[in-house]
């Protein structure tokens, strides 16, 4: 199909029209935010600015454009459930953005938007809507009369398409506190025809369901701040924070009929309609497509942005994400794993303008074929179980799937509840979710719905101005700094923001400095270090308060030399793995701690002992080799051009900081390093696991940590030494001498214990009474194994020619019981199960096993003498009813 603007073509004229009144363009961020806890994954463009609009950070720009990754599907922006069932929602999609902080406001905005619209793009006014607040009188907020006047003096907008709308659509709000404001949206009319429910209800602007009205862009006009009261007060700076979908905006400059028949979605559809063997067509089989193609896209971005699928967080949106796939692909026939094999395609489509998934194109291939394999193998059955849930009289009565079948489906068969509702609603049944979620237990946090953010606006007390949070602890670790202000927490602890400070916060996987504050006779421990926006808080314990007088800010120098090695060595491993195992590597998540580094990175198979032997022998060649770091700054872009290793998942700024070991290794990195790689002294792996699909973990340790313990080594080498009277390279052989001797020593012993257990037989024979014609052996036995008591058993059945025997015993506290009944017993239907299941149930046990010898255990070991008492009459009453 050839479109009249590619998707490609689309997003560059908005950043290059934005970038024309002079916005800075900002890459997209992670969609998966990892700077960020409130967040599971990136749902808007104004994510990455949200410390401006907070107040706590700063740029050295006033006005942005950028395309921004998003997901929407967990808490309260969730689009799962409607995706594929309608044309236009999705899970991932690009949000098109402009800002303002503090610069331009409505006028601006409004103007722009509607010059890019029906001058640049030729979108037919008469076709386009606007909407504005039109207040709350209940909140004393005022229509938003600037904005309506400005749609018509501005714009050509036919004013009776000028349509004033509640707070609900037309008032956006950041949290419970915070900024917040009016907004203005644009609407288009795509005609008559388009929306398959007109007969349903009336088409218009901001009805539910309606797909002939679709909003476009969404112009927010931050002028208030929401006080922990519920009041709003003036902000002392207007921001503006717009967002257009991609996606929509594609359908409609594009000339089609739904956003999958974009250029962003259609060779997506033929590729998995190529895979299927299937045509891509209205109906299930429709839904089953579109499915397919918007989680495969939202998988890819999530996955080379650093997620993983689990059973928690963002991990389990994205496991329910695939599992549904996964489930729509059997309506496509597909009964095998084939969602891996799109990747691709996606990469194709998308990888200009987002590279890291070109760069990790393999590892999401990888991790998604691994959670299909391990879902297939028990969604099949999981069906079967489901349809037999269906037929049960319960659930047809009440047509409803019950709480607890609902929940033995998600704990047993991998199934999250929306499939299972998804499957239920298909034959017009629910399922009881409140009793699911009590059948939960809180096993497992299921982000339904996202944390708010939350506002400090009047605990900080400032005692000094100026500049804040001047990082110095590359060049030193010891400053005299000012408070520019502090508070305290709930926990009773000082938080302290200086105007410099040497003090590393915890970030990039390395761990936050401890040290001192030191103000005359007064002394705080600095116990934490976290960034806040732009400011640097020094968490610390301590009695008084601080004053604006000068302080010595003193960080810990020996916790953060053992950091330095550690991180520099992170950096020689990861260069080391890339070479021993492949490029596929790269890094998944990191720990640097002065004990120990903790390193998670990207491979499919357990590494062999000779691999993880060459990475040891790699870095600590680097080490002796005693490299100069060289660290400087640099442009992003010219970093990536130059090969500099970037770790995927990790937000950059245009400038950045590469560490450079020679031609070894080059990272972008803003953590504490060794000047020269000798420094670190020596490198050793300590393990090395699988952590999740396609994701090893490996924890190693240098320096001082290394030395000491390799000391502790010796020492217990040397005692062995000494012990055994061997040479030090004759340690393993001889214990490994030992330990066959013991092994045949307690193998001979167990042979022993049998012959004297089977030496009992006799003794037990003659304790037989004659029941119902039969031999009957009732007794409690001396026995200290499990192995004996079955070889006991073994014996006693082949001297008995007629008969049953019953035995117990006392192991590890426990009550077993054992019954043996001779073949021509068996051949008379008499069962072993069955009359041990007589005999334990009086001590409260159960057991079962073959026609000829069974076991069981009982949970009231008091109860034994009794059971034992009545067995004689128990066996002679069954045995009467079979003979």
Request: aromatic share 8%.
């Amino acid at each position: 199909m050839c479109f009249l603007k590619t998707s490609q073509q689309i997003r560059q004229e908005f950043i290059s029209f934005f970038e024309s009144k002079e916005h800075r363009y900002v890459r997209s961020s992670p969609v998966v935010p990892l700077d960020d806890p409130t967040l599971l994954f990136t749902n808007a463009g104004m994510n990455q600015f949200k410390d401006i609009l907070l107040g706590t950070g700063t740029r050295d720009y006033n006005r942005a454009a950028n395309s921004q990754k998003c997901i929407r599907a967990s808490g309260k922006h969730n689009d799962l459930e409607d995706v594929g069932r309608d044309n236009y929602h999705h899970t991932f999609f690009e949000m098109l953005g402009n800002w303002s902080f503090g610069n331009y406001f409505k006028e601006e905005a409004i103007s722009w938007a509607w010059e890019l619209f029906t001058e640049k793009w030729g979108l037919p006014a008469d076709k386009l809507w606007a909407t504005v607040f039109e207040g709350s009188p209940s909140e004393n907020l005022e229509p938003d009369l600037e904005a309506e006047e400005l749609w018509k003096s501005c714009t050509s907008v036919p004013h009776n398409q000028i349509l004033k709308c509640n707070k609900k659509d037309n008032f956006w709000e950041m949290g419970d506190v915070g900024p917040c404001g009016p907004c203005s949206e644009i609407h288009i009319d795509l005609g008559e025809g388009t929306c398959p429910h007109a007969g349903v209800h009336q088409c218009a602007v901001n009805v539910d369901g309606c797909w002939r009205f679709v909003e476009l862009w969404n112009l927010v006009f931050i002028q208030f701040n929401r006080l922990p009261t519920g009041d709003l007060e003036k902000l002392p700076a207007n921001h503006v924070d717009t967002g257009m979908g991609l996606e929509r905006i594609c359908r409609v400059l594009q000339k089609v009929d739904s956003n999958y028949d974009t250029d962003l979605f259609t060779p997506i559809l033929e590729a998995i309609a190529q895979t299927v063997d299937k045509k891509y067509e209205e109906g299930e089989i429709g839904v089953a497509f579109r499915v397919v193609a918007d989680h495969l896209r939202a998988l890819t971005f999530a996955i080379a942005d650093g997620a993983i699928p689990s059973n928690e967080g963002r991990g389990y949106v994205l496991r329910r994400m695939l599992r549904r796939a996964t489930r729509f692909g059997r309506v496509l026939g597909m009964n095998r794993p084939f969602i891996h094999e799109l990747v691709p395609t996606v990469v194709q489509v998308m990888g200009d303008a987002f590279p890291e998934i070109v760069a990790q194109e393999n590892h999401v291939t990888g991790v998604i074929e691994a959670e299909e394999e391990s879902f297939g193998q028990t969604l099949d059955r999981g069906l079967e179980i489901f349809e037999q849930m269906m037929q049960q009289s319960e659930t047809q009565s009440n047509h409803q799937l019950s709480g607890e079948n609902a929940f033995k489906l998600y704990d047993t068969y991998g199934f999250p509840v929306d499939l299972t509702r998804l499957m239920c609603e298909e034959r017009q049944f629910s399922v009881d979710e409140q009793g699911f979620e009590t059948c939960m237990e809180q096993q497992r946090t299921r982000a339904r719905e996202a944390a708010k953010f939350k506002v400090v606006v009047d605990e900080w007390q400032s005692i000094s101005e100026g500049e804040h949070s001047r990082f110095v602890g590359y060049e030193t670790l010891i400053t005299t700094s000012v408070v520019r202000r502090y508070c305290k927490n709930e926990k009773g602890q000082w938080l302290m923001i200086l105007d410099q400070t040497p003090f590393y916060a915890e970030s990039g996987g390395q761990v936050a400095d401890h040290g001192t504050l030191i103000q005359g006779d007064v002394q705080w421990q600095v116990v934490d270090v976290q960034k806040d926006g732009d400011a640097i808080l020094h968490i610390c314990q301590g009695d008084a308060m601080p004053t604006e007088a000068p302080l010595q800010a003193q960080v810990n120098t020996e916790e953060r030399l053992t950091i330095t090695y550690n991180h520099t060595a992170t950096h020689l491993m990861h260069a080391a793995l890339k070479k021993v195992l492949g490029q596929h590597v790269n890094q998944a998540g990191s720990v640097v701690h002065p004990g120990y580094l903790r390193f998670d990175f990207t491979h499919f198979e357990k590494l062999s002992d000779a691999q993880l032997e060459e990475v040891e022998i790699l870095v600590n060649q680097k080490i002796r080799e005693n490299i100069a770091l060289r660290i400087y700054e640099t442009e992003y872009d010219q970093a990536i051009e130059n090969g500099i290793t970037a770790l995927f998942g990790e937000k950059y700024e245009d400038q950045v900081r590469v560490v450079q070991a020679g031609d070894y290794s080059s990272e972008l990195c803003g953590g504490c390093h060794v000047n020269a790689t000798g420094e670190i002294g020596h490198f050793r792996i300590l393990s090395e696991a699988g952590i999740a699909s396609g994701v090893r973990r490996i924890t190693a340790v240098t320096g001082p940590e290394l030395e000491r313990l390799t000391r502790q080594e010796g020492k217990i080498v040397n005692e062995m030494r000494q012990l055994l009277n061997v040479a030090t390279d004759e340690v393993s052989t001889s214990i490994g001498q030992l330990l066959e001797e013991k092994k045949q020593l307690e193998k001979e012993l167990l042979e022993l214990k049998k012959q004297t257990a089977v030496g009992g037989t006799e003794q037990l024979l003659n304790q037989a009474q004659q029941l119902a014609g039969v031999q009957v052996v009732v007794s409690e036995v001396d026995i200290d194994s499990m192995d004996a008591f079955k070889s006991l058993g073994d014996s006693l059945r082949e001297q008995l020619k007629l008969g049953v025997a019953v035995l117990a015993t006392m192991l590890a506290d426990k009550v077993s019981f054992l019954c043996v009944v001779s073949d021509q017993l068996v051949s008379k239907k008499v069962k072993a199960g069955e009359v041990i299941n007589l005999v334990a149930a009086i001590a409260d046990g159960r057991g079962g096993g073959k026609p000829h010898l069974a076991q069981a255990g009982a949970k009231s070991p008091e109860k034994l003498p009794d059971a034992l008492k009545q067995a004689p009459a128990l066996i002679e009453q069954y045995l009467q009813e079979r003979l």
